[in-house]
T-cell receptor, first 116, second 110 residues
Framework: GAVVSQHPSWVICKSGTSVKIECRSL??????MFWYRQFPKQSLMLMAT?????????EQGVEKDKFLINHASLTLSTLTVTSAHPEDSSFYIC????????????FGPGTRLTVT | RKEVEQDPGPFNVPEGATVAFNCTYSNSASQSFFWYRQDCRKEPKLLMS???SGNEDGRFTAQLNRASQYISLLIRDSKLSDSATYLCVVNDSGYSTLTFGKGTMLLVSP
């Protein structure tokens, strides 16, 4: 149980285009989903926290107008990187938490974004 | 600023060796502590939670010292498959967010 999927697993796009990444909890309802970014040899950095049906909470330094997060249902959250630039190239990982008395987050397999 | 510090390594050890990783955290209000394992180009996976009394899971032993704000992970009888990056992770309060260390890379050689 507690499986989280992400789609796509990798994507290459041109500078200036937008990319949408999906995060799904497959066998549980995720009241909270988290979006992380990881640059090479760096730690995972939390970008934003999203609760189903409400606006996402962004970490300091993360532009909410550039990284659009939608958590429309208890099993799906999306991250859209708008007007992507090469410096947005990174490994984007989502995680989900059921919220039923557990701190544990279940991670998706990640999406590797390359902006050319 | 919330910080979790780890020795980046890499730690190169032969099969069968015992290796220890250390981690310190800056937020004294931190409540929950974990060790995650991350393989190259993969997502992190929970290895074990860390409890105040210390806990063991097979070849893995985790210790927590709240007074020193220090967490450790001991791996005994290292296997080739243990090669990965080990992430120290702290949950700051309640249901709040996880703060990840940069990880310590372990390379186990035959």
């Amino acid at each position: 149980g507690a499986v989280v999927s992400q789609h796509p697993s990798w994507v290459i796009c041109k500078s200036g285009t937008s990319v949408k990444i999906e995060c799904r909890s497959l066998d549980f309802q995720a009241t909270t989903m988290f979006w992380y970014r990881q640059f090479p040899k760096q730690s995972l950095m939390l970008m934003a926290t999203s609760n189903e049906g409400s606006k996402a909470t962004y970490e300091q330094g993360v532009e909410k107008d550039k990284f659009l997060i939608n958590h429309a249902s208890l099993t799906l959250s999306t991250l859209t990187v708008t007007s992507a630039h090469p410096e947005d190239s990174s490994f984007y990982i989502c995680s989900a938490r059921s919220g039923k008395g557990s701190y544990e987050q279940y991670f998706g397999p990640g999406t590797r974004l390359t902006v050319t | 600023r919330k910080e979790v510090e780890q020795d980046p390594g890499p730690f190169n050890v032969p099969e069968g060796a015992t290796v220890a990783f250390n981690c310190t955290y800056s937020n004294s209000a931190s409540q929950s502590f974990f060790w995650y394992r991350q393989d190259c180009r993969k997502e992190p996976k929970l290895l074990m939670s860390v409890y105040s009394s210390g806990n063991e899971d097979g070849r893995f032993t985790a210790q927590l010292n709240r007074a020193s704000q220090y967490i450790s992970l001991l791996i005994r009888d290292s296997k080739l498959s243990d090669s990965a990056t080990y992430l120290c992770v702290v949950n700051d309060s309640g249901y709040s967010t996880l703060t990840f260390g940069k990880g310590t890379m372990l390379l186990v050689s035959p």
